[in-house]
C-alpha cells in the first residue's frame, strides 16, 4: 500500500460528459502528480501540483483541469469527454524526495 | 522537446535468465528514477541514481547511470516469475524540477 488513495477505482461514462477524480496523497507529502496511461502506452505526465498551487504542467488538455485544496487531496476534472480518454489515470505523491508514490488508478472508459 | 525511450518494448525470457533493459534520453538528465508496474497495478518506485558512472544493487537488480548521464539500465540476474511487470525509467524535464518524463517502458515476461 502506497498510501496514496485514488477514487472511483472505475468510472464508465458517456462521451460529452464530465467526470472528476480524486486523489488523497500519503500523509504529509505536500506534492501531488496525475499521469494518463493509455493501453499499452506510457505513463504521460499531465500536471504537478505543491502545496495548492500548480507547480508543472505537462500535456494536459483545455478539456482537462486540476485542482489541490487545503487539504492536499486533489481533484482531476475531465469534461467534454471523448472516446479517447479512456485511460488508467494515476495520482502520485511525494515529499522531500522526488520519489513518487503512486495511486492504484482510477480506469476510466468512455462509451 | 525532451524524449525518453527504452528498449527493447517487449522481452520474453526463461526463468533463470538474465535480463537488461536500456533507457536512452535525448538531453542530459540531472537523475533518473526506475519503477516497476506489476500487470494490472501501480507503478512502483525501485531506485534513483544521480551520480555520473553510478551503479547500484538491489539484491539481483543492478541499475547503472551512463558517464554522460543521458542513458541508464536496469539488469535482473537469473529472472524469477516475480520480475513480470513493466520496468520504466523516469528524468526530469529540467534540472530541479518534479516533472519526469516516464520513458516508454519495457515489458518483460517470464516463462516457468
Known amino acids: 500500500d502506497s498510501g496514496v488513495t485514488q477514487t472511483p477505482k472505475h468510472l464508465i461514462t458517456a462521451t460529452g460528459q464530465r467526470v472528476t477524480l480524486r486523489c488523497s496523497p500519503r500523509s504529509g507529502d505536500l506534492s501531488v502528480y496525475w499521469y494518463q496511461q493509455s493501453l499499452d502506452q506510457g505513463l504521460q505526465f499531465l500536471i504537478q501540483y505543491y502545496n495548492g498551487e500548480e507547480r508543472a504542467k505537462g500535456n494536459i488538455l483545455e478539456r482537462f483541469s486540476a485542482q489541490q485544496f487545503p487539504d492536499l487531496h486533489s481533484e482531476l476534472n475531465l469534461s467534454s469527454l471523448e472516446l479517447g480518454d479512456s485511460a488508467l489515470y494515476f495520482c502520485?505523491?511525494?515529499?522531500?524526495?522526488?520519489?513518487?508514490?503512486f495511486g492504484q488508478g482510477t480506469r476510466l472508459t468512455v462509451v | 522537446g525532451q524524449q525518453v525511450m527504452q528498449i527493447p518494448q517487449y522481452q520474453h525470457v526463461q526463468e533463470g535468465e538474465d535480463f537488461t533493459t536500456y533507457c536512452n534520453s535525448s538531453?542530459?538528465?540531472?537523475?533518473i528514477q526506475w519503477y516497476k508496474q506489476r500487470p494490472g497495478g501501480h507503478p512502483v518506485f525501485l531506485i534513483q541514481l544521480v551520480k555520473s558512472g553510478e551503479v547500484k544493487k538491489q539484491k539481483r537488480l543492478t541499475f547503472q547511470f551512463g558517464e554522460a548521464k543521458k542513458n541508464s539500465s536496469l539488469h535482473i540476474t537469473a529472472t524469477q516469475t516475480t520480475d513480470v511487470g513493466t520496468y520504466f525509467c523516469a528524468g526530469p524535464k529540467d534540472s530541479g524540477t518534479y516533472k519526469y518524463i516516464f520513458g516508454t517502458g519495457t515489458r518483460l515476461k517470464v516463462l516457468a
Open positions: 538531453t542530459t538528465l540531472s537523475n
Open positions: 502520485a505523491s511525494s515529499g522531500k524526495t522526488t520519489e513518487a508514490f
